[in-house]
């Protein structure tokens, strides 16, 4: 679109040359509004988040004695400075700035994956949208959140279609993904792909379309898959959900409603009322208002459609180019999103936002 690359060329986001990680502890870190999304860790070697003693993902910290002050870490951060507007124009080619919750969009649609071996979380759209991509060259890698045998989520670097099929499905705890973006960088993908939390579109968006003089290889990344989210949750969820389902015997997790609910490998559904669980929610998600990954080139989420489904918005014409192409090439088959799925995604958006002004 003329309009869109127009923006993307003469509008710049500011670079904070001179202010270091010491900075970003003080500011997002220490005032517990980190939402342990990577983006600082994926760009500079001398950030890093170290799993704990208890195995639960601590909090960014800086692995070296001094700081270089380069700015890096504190620019990229999605929570020193989110100018919603300026990047919708740049990104999206048209500005929202918070004025509908679902955001800057083209199209909605139902999606599912029309190959029988991907079972994804609802729809499979975001494995099938994937596999489409990667064979039509679009993207060369994309970056996946798989879990171990624990549920512990981790990123790997897909570049075949078994390897995607292995990150179908949520995981519900919080864990930096962006850092697979890096992965994907060393093992020499050129055009990458990556699927994440709004607010690790957010980090990565602000990645590539801050001012230089920033060099980390931003123009492989190609295509965000951005998924919807009311809130993660922290590592000890999983401690607390052995208690009353075995972990080796789960097979399946989902929010809905009022309830999170733990299918078991003989198909059992275990239902935990939200509210037990309120303690583990990422305390970085209280500041948190993008429900729908406003910023993504092509979000996907449960709510909206019918069981089975996945709700897609497309955002922008490279998200455009691969659900079309995915429709065409038989990856995934299509159906409507009714107004009152929409006027649902709508209510849970803005209660989102309600929360964190209530929070903020
Ligand atoms: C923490 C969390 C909260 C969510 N909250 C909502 C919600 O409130 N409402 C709603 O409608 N939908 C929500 N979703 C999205 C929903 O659960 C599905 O992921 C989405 O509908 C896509 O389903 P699918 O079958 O198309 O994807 P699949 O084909 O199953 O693919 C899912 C993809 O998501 C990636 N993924 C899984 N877990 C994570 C993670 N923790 N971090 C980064 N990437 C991950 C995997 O790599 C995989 O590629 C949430 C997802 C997550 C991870
Ligand atoms: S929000 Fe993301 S970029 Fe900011 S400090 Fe936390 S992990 Fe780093
Ligand atoms: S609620 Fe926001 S901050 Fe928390 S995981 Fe989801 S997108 Fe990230």
């Known amino acids: 679109m003329g309009t869109e690359t127009a923006n993307r060329e003469s509008v710049r986001l500011p670079t904070f040359l001179e202010l270091g990680f ?18 600082c860790v994926a760009f500079c070697d001398k950030i890093v988040i170290e799993a ?47 004025e509908d919750v ?27 949208l994937f596999a489409y991509a990667l064979e039509a060259g679009i993207i060369d890698g994309a970056v996946i959140t798989v879990s171990d045998e624990d549920w512990k989520p981790k990123t790997k670097v897909a570049t075949s279609y078994e390897t995607l099929k292995e990150g179908a499905g949520t995981k519900y705890t919080l864990y930096p993904s962006v ?44 295509l965000l898959i951005g998924l919807f989210c009311m809130e993660n949750f922290k590592e000890e969820l999983l401690a607390f959900v052995n208690k009353k389902v075995p972990l080796e ?26 509210d037990d669980i309120k303690e583990y929610i990422g305390e970085g998600c209280s500041v948190c208002g993008d429900y729908t990954a406003e910023l993504a080139d092509i979000s996907v989420g449960s709510v909206g459609s019918d069981v089975g489904w996945s709700t ?21 088959e299509v159906a409507e999103i009714a107004d009152k799925g929409l006027g649902l995604i709508r209510r849970l958006g803005t209660r989102k936002r309600k929360n964190t002004q209530t929070n903020g």
């Open 22 to 39: 010491s900075d970003l502890k003080r500011e997002v870190v220490d005032k517990g509004i980190c939402s342990l999304c990577g983006t």
């Open 52 to 98: 704990g003693e208890s195995e639960t993902a601590e909090l960014p910290e800086f692995a070296e004695g001094y700081d270089t002050v380069c700015g890096l870490c504190y620019t990229f951060c999605p929570r020193t400075l989110l100018p919603l507007a300026e990047l919708e124009r740049r990104v999206l080619g048209k500005e929202n700035a918070g």
């Open 102 to 128: 679902l955001g800057v969009y083209r199209s909605s649609y139902a999606l599912r994956s029309k190959r029988a071996d991907i079972s994804g979380q609802d729809g499979g759209a975001v494995t099938s």
């Open 179 to 222: 850092v697979g973006v890096k992965d994907a960088m060393e093992n020499g993908c050129n055009a990458i792909g990556f699927v994440g939390l709004p607010c690790q579109i957010q980090g990565l968006r602000k990645v590539q379309t801050v001012e230089q003089p920033y060099a980390v290889g931003r123009e492989k990344i190609k």
């Open 249 to 274: 015997q789960m097979q399946k997790v989902d929010i809905k409603g009022k309830e999170l609910q733990v299918y078991d490998k003989d198909g059992k559904v275990h239902a935990i009322p939200l």
């Open 312 to 332: 897609v918005f497309v955002r922008t014409e490279q998200g455009e180019a691969v659900v079309k192409g995915a429709i065409e090439n038989g990856y995934v």
